[in-house]
Each structure stands twice: as C-alpha cells, then as structure tokens.
C-alpha cells in the first residue's frame, strides 16, 4: 500500500511562512521515478497544482504562488517538502502532495493538511 503523509500545516497571520512535509512510504511508491506536485483545495474550489518537481529536481510553479513558494525534494528519503513565505489568506487551504500528473496510484489522496492564513 501506498501512503502519502502531509504534515506542517497551521494557522499563520499574512506575511508569515509555513514548512510542509510530504513523506512518501509503501512498497509500490516508486516515488524516486515520479514528478511530485504540491496541491491545494480551498472551501468551495477545485483542487489546483501549486508547484512541481521532477525527479532530476527541475521545478515549476503556479503563478499566484511564484516567488514566494519553493519545493524542492530528497529521492533517498522519499520525502517532498514545500516552503512558503510572504503567506496570503487567499493561501487558505488544505494542501497535498502528490505525483504528477497522474497520482501515486488511481484516485488516491492523503489527508492533506491545513493551512490558514489569518490575522
């Protein structure tokens, strides 16, 4: 079984940063091969790709979140970490990690973790 735990999220006034966490664990991860995305969901919205590594480490990011967002990844210890800086309440929402384009297996979807962005 594959399992994606995202970790590090909270509440957070404008301005402020947030480290999250993704580690990636089970027997068909293959996660070393894959493209991750950090995502995020907000009430009443479709979920959206925020930011993107490959496996040879090149990134691309969602416009709203350039310049203030970096992702970067470590293959030995299967884990994908997003920083965020200059956070926005517009940045409220729970945020996955996941393989790109296609999830890790069909359909799955850790829990997510919370970020609020609030004064």
């Known amino acids: 079984q594959v399992q994606l735990v995202e970790s590090g999220g909270g509440l957070v006034q404008p301005g402020g940063s947030l480290t999250l966490s993704c580690a990636a664990s089970g027997k068909m991860f293959r996660g070393n091969a894959m493209d991750m995305g950090w995502y995020r969901q907000a009430p009443g919205k479709q979920r959206e790709l925020v930011a993107l590594?490959?496996?040879?480490?090149?990134?691309s990011y969602a416009d709203f979140v350039k310049g203030r967002f970096t992702i970067s990844r470590d293959n030995a210890k299967n884990t994908v970490t997003l920083q965020m800086n200059s956070l926005k309440p517009e940045d409220t929402a729970v945020y996955y990690c996941?393989?790109?384009?296609?999830?890790?297996?069909?359909?799955?979807w850790g829990q997510g973790t919370q970020v609020t962005v609030s004064s």
């Open positions: 590594i490959r496996y040879g480490g090149s990134t």
């Open positions: 996941n393989g790109y384009p296609h999830t890790v297996i069909p359909g799955y």
